[in-house]
């Protein structure tokens, strides 16, 4: 499949059996699209030898997923309840529609032990505490890190810890804790105050913004060079969000992603008539992203992060998410669920870690699942980058996991559109 694109002036052709990018002219493109153009002899040459050496119009190849038995992660939910109500919230402002409660150290041993024995010959797991807000119940994410550094030791493991966090109650042991045990921290704020604050409160209602920036620019500062991101959600109300980007990279902040919100409530909720500002929104960004990179001043934005020479085999490309298989959320009570946006439906309930098993007719519907049982994806040019979606969007917003939301199929393909042209741009700037 060959998808055929413009970013302002350039002309950009992407062949999706080949994962192969090219810049080309506009007599080339629209040849290439079908449209009555008359070309000489030397360019349909060069046409043909792309072909020949299988960068053009080569045939995609059909992979078999990757799926394997052998657990590798899980989302702990340490705390059921936050100390914001922020607007938009997926989690219920940190409840997931049911009572306000923090996992007890106990739950915590018991799902690293369901993790660790599930985990078969995989030498390094994952953990990822989340909530509500994983720093009301600290204590519990402490011992919990600790238990299972130990506990994998003895079996020739280790364990990468990652913490989403709102960042209110950072302090100076919590950041000393974070930079020696967190494989990576992902710290919510959305951009500039005024933005922030419309839906990120505190329980008293106040806007949250002034509360957190000093504590979370002190921790990146003490961070260096380990991982982390900074990470935004635009709405309806700031769809001008490349603002709030550029907001956060001028505090100092060099890891960003901002994601587009998924909520139903109506003044917040993207809707179809927003994606021609969004996809225009994406192009301001992306000129000033190459701008500050090529004065020095550049910065990580998540989205724009695309490998079209290395990244993963496209046998796990095609895998779709681990989500339901290999990847579990774990809640307060020990009750396992697919993924976190899962959690608190009892549609999706898995098992207990305290049990030990999980329903098997669920994680077969999740081990089946990839990105050739999502039929939608077949013409996306797209589809071996992305792969697919999420599984939780497509299920709330269309039904069915197999299902793509196409208003986030849309945002996707506009960020890697942008994506490429980064690559294009940077290529062209070393030659």
Not at 81 to 103: T, V, W
Not at 168 to 195: A, C, H
Not at 222 to 228: E, L, N, P, V
Request: aromatic residues 10%; charged residues 30%; negative net charge.
């Amino acid at each position: 499949m060959l998808h055929i694109f413009t970013y302002h002036d350039h002309f950009y052709l992407y062949d999706t059996g080949s994962g192969s990018l090219h810049e080309c002219d506009e007599k080339t493109a629209r040849h290439l699209k079908g449209e009555p153009v008359e070309m000489t002899d030397e360019e349909l040459a060069d046409i043909l030898r792309l072909e020949k050496e299988g960068l053009l119009n080569k045939e995609e190849v059909k992979a078999y997923p990757m799926k394997s038995r052998e657990m590798k992660a899980l989302c702990l939910h340490v705390s059921h309840d936050c100390n914001l109500r922020c607007k938009y919230c997926f989690a219920d402002e940190g409840a997931y529609h049911s009572a306000r409660e923090m996992m007890s150290f106990e739950t915590a041993k018991a799902a690293i032990d369901f993790l660790l024995k599930e985990s078969g010959t995989r030498k390094v797991l994952e953990v990822d505490f989340f909530g509500g807000e994983p720093l009301m119940n600290l204590d519990v994410v402490k011992k919990t890190v600790y238990y299972a550094k130990e506990e994998a030791a003895k079996l020739g493991k280790r364990f990468l810890f990652t913490t989403t966090t709102n960042g209110l109650l950072l302090d100076d042991d919590t950041i000393k804790f974070f930079n020696e045990e967190m494989e990576n921290v992902v710290l919510s704020l959305d951009g500039r105050p005024e933005v922030h604050d419309a839906v990120r409160k505190t329980v008293s209602g106040k806007g949250s913004y002034a509360a957190v920036i000093e504590k979370i620019k002190k921790f990146v500062r003490a961070r260096g060079d380990k991982h982390y991101y900074v990470r935004g959600t635009f709405t309806a109300k700031n769809l001008d969000f490349s603002k709030d980007v550029l907001f956060l990279a001028d505090q100092g902040f060099d890891s960003l992603s901002m994601e587009p919100v998924v909520t139903d409530i109506p003044e917040l909720q993207i809707k179809e008539e927003h994606l021609a500002t969004i996809e225009k929104e994406y192009e301001r960004l992306c000129d000033e992203y190459l701008a500050r990179e090529e004065r020095g001043e550049g910065f990580n934005f998540f989205h724009f992060n695309i490998d079209l020479e290395g990244g993963p085999c496209l046998s796990k490309r095609v895998s779709a998410c681990g989500a339901g298989n290999e990847y579990f959320s774990v809640v307060p009570n020990g009750d396992i669920y697919p993924c976190h946006q899962f959690a608190g439906d009892k549609k999706w309930l898995m098992g207990n870690v305290f049990e030990g098993k999980l329903n098997e007719e669920i994680r077969e519907l999740f081990a089946s699942s990839c990105l050739f049982t999502r039929k939608k994806c077949g013409d996306c040019f797209a589809k071996f980058i992305c792969s697919g979606g999420c599984n939780a969007n497509n299920y709330h917003y269309c039904g069915d996991v197999n299902t793509p939301y196409e208003m986030t199929c849309a945002m996707m393909k506009k960020r890697i559109e942008c994506a490429m042209h980064i690559v294009a741009a940077r290529k062209s700037r070393e030659n």
